[in-house]
């Protein structure tokens, strides 16, 4: 399953795919000034990894 979100990244929203398993299986979820920042851990290498969403483009994730 596919959810389409806009990333934010110096400054400019940029639309992205991302599995709606990622989301899921994220971290943490830090919302700010209607921004969701999503972190998560990637691999062996434990490195944190986050990207912005707009949460008014999650209206579809459940």
């Known amino acids: 399953d596919i ?3 806009a990333e934010y990244h110096d400054g ?18 830090h919302v700010h000034n209607g921004i969701l920042q999503i972190c998560k851990n ?3 290498s434990r490195c944190a990894q986050s990207i912005l969403v707009d949460m008014s483009l999650l209206k579809n994730l459940k």
């Open 3 to 5: 959810t389409r979100v």
């Open 12 to 29: 400019v929203f940029r639309n992205v795919h991302i599995l709606t398993s990622w989301l899921l299986m994220a971290v943490s979820y």
């Open 42 to 44: 990637i691999g062996q």
